[in-house]
């Protein structure tokens, strides 16, 4: 069953604490993205990498960091740096002709 | 940077009504067009795209769009909704030569049965 995995589906971050959201993918795609998404606001581009070992700052970067160690993989920190984590965040991957595939998504919320 | 714009954020209607969710973006050049929709806890799918040759397109589920380059405008249409097209939909925007989609902000649609 191909598709994009991320876990976990609910979150909750303490002031102060980092976390780290899981995204996993086995549609053998070269691209990943993270976005965020607010009420009212679309989908906003956090993070995307285009190849392994590689990855570009997106419209809303600040108080977040990713990595990209294997193709499968594109795990996404929100740091304590980003004073404003609530929302759902959103993580795609894309074929040669931008066409995405989401996760169903994983919903972070502050305590 | 291009921007994406879609002028309805809430479109309330009852089935059998006839849809057009409008879409407009600013890139002037070469885009690749398309419509994405998140069905109540679903994950967000491709509705349909655009990248050259007939401008009207025709997706799944019976909805269409047509791009009108003259106007930077996609609009997403269905002549008759049903209940189950309540949706959140969403147009996106990729500029020629970049593979990453500016995103509008989203059209809420609820079909009352």
């Known amino acids: 069953d191909g598709g994009i995995t991320q876990s976990p589906k609910y979150l909750f971050r303490k002031e102060g604490q980092n976390v780290t959201l899981s995204c996993e993918q086995n549609?053998?795609?070269?691209?990943m993205y993270w976005y965020r998404q607010d009420p009212g606001q679309g989908l906003r581009l956090i993070y995307y990498?285009?190849?392994?070992?590689?990855?570009q700052k997106g419209d809303i970067a600040e108080g977040y960091s990713v990595s990209r160690e294997k193709k499968e993989s594109f795990p996404l920190t929100v740091t304590s740096a980003q004073k404003n984590p609530t929302a759902f965040y959103l993580c795609?991957?894309?074929?040669?002709?931008?066409?995405?595939?989401f996760g169903a998504g994983t919903r972070l919320s502050v305590l | 940077a291009q921007s994406v714009s879609q002028h309805n954020h809430h479109v309330i209607l009852s089935e059998a009504a006839s849809l057009e969710l409008g879409c407009n973006y600013s890139y002037g050049g070469t885009v690749n067009l398309f419509w994405y929709v998140q069905y109540p806890g679903q994950h967000l799918q491709l509705l349909l795209k655009y990248f050259s040759g007939d401008p009207l397109v025709k997706g799944i589920k019976g909805f269409e769009a047509e791009f009108i380059k003259s106007k930077f405008s996609f609009n997403l249409r269905k002549p008759s909704v049903q209940w189950s097209d309540t949706a959140e939909y969403f147009c996106a925007v990729a500029s020629g030569g970049s593979y990453i989609p500016t995103f509008g902000r989203g059209t809420s649609l609820i079909v009352h049965p």
């Open positions: 549609l053998n795609h070269d691209a």
């Open positions: 795609a991957s894309s074929t040669a002709k931008n066409i995405q595939y």
């Open positions: 990498s285009q190849i392994v070992n590689d990855f």
